[in-house]
C-alpha cells in the first residue's frame, strides 16, 4: 500500500539535517523541524520538485529557535 501522507521537501537550513523530504501534517505554510536541542522553520513557497516520491512542494529554511537550557 502506497503512503498517501503529504509531503515536503526541505530546502536550506543546517546540511546534517537527517531528512530532507518530510511528511506534512498538518499542511500549512510554515513547517517547524525538531533539531539538536532547537527548532528549524521552512516557509512553503510556490515551487515544487520532482523527487523519487513524486512531485513535492518545496519549502525553503527561514530561520532557526534555541530552546532555552
Same mark, same amino acid.
Given at each position: 500500500?502506497?503512503?498517501?501522507?503529504?509531503?515536503?521537501?526541505?530546502?536550506?537550513?543546517?546540511?546534517?539535517?537527517?531528512?530532507?523530504?518530510?511528511?506534512?501534517?498538518?499542511?500549512?505554510?510554515?513547517?517547524?523541524?525538531?533539531?539538536?536541542?532547537?527548532?528549524?522553520?521552512?516557509?512553503?513557497?510556490?515551487?515544487q520538485q520532482d523527487t523519487a516520491e513524486g512531485v513535492l512542494p518545496v519549502y /525553503?529554511?527561514? /530561520?532557526?529557535?534555541?530552546?532555552?537550557?
Open positions: 500500500m502506497a503512503d498517501k501522507a503529504a509531503k515536503a521537501v526541505l530546502v536550506g537550513g543546517p546540511e546534517e539535517l537527517p531528512e530532507r523530504i518530510v511528511p506534512i501534517d498538518p499542511p500549512g505554510d510554515e513547517l517547524k523541524i525538531p533539531y539538536r536541542n532547537g527548532y528549524e522553520h521552512f516557509r512553503a513557497t510556490s515551487r /525553503e529554511w527561514w /530561520e532557526r529557535t534555541e530552546l532555552p537550557g
